[in-house]
């Protein structure tokens, strides 16, 4: 990229709001310009967002302080979409086949567009992954060119509630801000701190958030479960501050002291924690109350994970996210699920370079965000901002990205993909055009077969065939005469 060019990524945390600006090098590298992060609590939960004015504010915020850092405009930004109403379905869609018909690639797109096009009241469909095809009685995952009778589509969709979808959507509508891309956090988190083998062979991502843990389930490089808890670490510190104390403090001791596993032969009875100069806790008490909050996470976590593949998570579980960093969590996961293989992924598999300490940290906070950078690809720099003039005058909301993507149909969405509101409404209004341009061939070959009916009907019909034999008999009497 030139060195005007960078993407920005924009990460809506539970606790944090983040935006990072980096630049792609020849060597697959990437330098981080700007890191931004505000705090979200009190209008993102959960992961979803509940007060529209008030993230909208935040996002301005965010991008004017990028642009600060940058001295350049951002014209568009990529965005993860995660948070507490996400989970999959599966799905299937069949269509039987005339006898030796051969798979064509037509026929997997439509079976595509069907699937997306199911209804889930009060639910969105923000992606949908192939699993396989099903042809005859043999599983494929690439059927076109094989000859069958039966097609058979397996997939999983990943849906959201609509007003959740709509709010996102609204945000950026409001804050003039245009999105280059929608992506599904889990999986750009996956792409970025997973390895080949682990996809393939089998593994549990295990996301710990603040507010929700995300579980992501992949087997042979496919998403096949997904669901989002409403458990976090802010759980535990929400338990510790029963003990009388703010949850600031109550954060402060978490950090501190707080341990996921603590053998019994190794906690000292007369030990006691500080939570003021005038009160202290027992160290036994406060262990009791982080693991008994922490094997409930656990726990919730192991029942999301299909039992179909309780043997088959030859790549172990993936821990990350700002709830990892806790001490002896990788033992209190094997404790609780039995499975030996557990990694604490600290940081994403690509080369990073940066001065910027919330990098460098390498605690699993940025992992997400640094994941939807990655994903991106197409320029977020607008025009120089010369020194002084960003807030002289009032800036224009950004209406008009620069480069902008052409809105995807739904056979053409790759996987991880989110269309936003813009891009399903264009989409929609192209199917429109589509579907009235067939419906109007349709009537019009249907016009033309009725005259082609009615004309051979004449032809056919007793008083046409009377006269055509009356002309025929009075043809031959003049042939005669």
């Excluded at 909208?56 to 995660?82: F, H, N, R």
């Excluded at 970025?192 to 996809?199: F, P, R």
């Excluded at 007369?270 to 009160?279: E, F, G, N, P, Q």
């Excluded at 009916?453 to 009356?470: D, H, P």
């Amino acid at each position: 990229m030139a060195a005007k060019d960078f993407i920005v990524a924009i990460e809506l945390g539970s606790s944090k709001m983040t935006g990072i600006a980096g630049q792609k090098n020849l060597d697959g590298s990437i330098q981080i310009l700007a890191v931004v992060k505000e705090d979200s609590s009190s209008f993102i939960r959960k992961g979803v967002v509940y007060n529209i004015d008030k993230t909208a504010q935040c996002l301005t915020s965010i991008i004017k302080k990028l642009e600060t850092q940058l001295k350049t405009e951002i014209t568009q930004v990529y965005v993860g979409v995660g948070g507490q109403s996400i989970r999959s379905v599966k799905n299937v869609i069949a269509k039987d086949l005339p006898s030796e018909t051969i798979v064509t690639q037509d026929m997997v797109i439509e079976l595509m567009d069907a699937n997306r096009n199911m209804k889930y009241q009060d639910q969105e469909i923000l992606d949908a992954a192939v699993q396989e095809y099903k042809v005859g009685s043999q599983l494929q995952l690439d059927p076109v060119g094989i000859q069958a009778t039966h097609l058979e589509g397996n997939f999983l969709n990943i849906l959201e509630r609509n007003s959740f979808y709509k709010n996102l959507n609204k945000c950026f509508e409001v804050a003039g801000i245009s999105v280059a891309e929608m992506y599904l956090a889990p999986l750009a988190l996956a792409d970025s701190v997973l390895t080949e083998a682990e996809k393939r062979s089998g593994c549990a991502l295990v996301d710990l958030g603040a507010d929700t843990t995300t579980v992501s389930v992949f087997s042979k490089n496919l998403l096949r479960h997904l669901a989002v808890i409403p458990l976090g670490s802010n759980n535990i510190t929400k338990d510790i501050a029963t003990l009388q104390m703010e949850e600031a403090d109550a954060e402060q001791m978490k950090l501190k002291y707080a341990s996921a596993f603590t053998d019994n032969n190794e906690i000292d009875n007369d030990l006691k924690y500080s939570i003021d100069t005038d009160r202290q806790v027992e160290s036994r008490k406060f262990i009791e109350i982080v693991e008994g909050r922490l094997e409930e996470i656990i726990e919730n976590v192991w029942y999301q994970i299909p039992s179909e593949f309780y043997d088959k998570l030859l790549g172990g579980i993936i821990l990350t996210g700002g709830g990892s960093n806790m001490k002896n969590i990788e033992k209190a996961f094997t404790n609780h699920t039995h499975v030996d293989k557990i990694r604490v992924a600290k940081f994403v598999t690509q080369t990073v370079l940066s001065n910027n300490e919330l990098i460098k940290a390498h605690n699993g906070m940025m992992n997400t965000v640094l994941g939807l950078l990655i994903k991106g690809d197409i320029n977020c720099a607008g025009d120089s901002i010369q020194d002084g003039d960003l807030f002289s005058t009032p800036k224009q909301p950004t209406t008009v990205a620069t480069d902008p993507r052409p809105a995807r149909q739904p056979g053409e969405v790759p996987p991880g993909v989110i269309q936003t509101a813009t891009e399903k409404k264009q989409a929609e209004e192209i199917r429109r055009r589509q579907q009235e341009e067939e419906d109007r061939e349709k009537r019009e070959r249907e016009l033309r077969e009725k005259e082609e009916e009615e004309r051979v009907r004449k032809e056919n019909s007793f008083w046409n065939k009377a006269l055509k034999g009356i002309k025929q008999f009075g043809k031959s009497i003049v042939e005669e005469e």
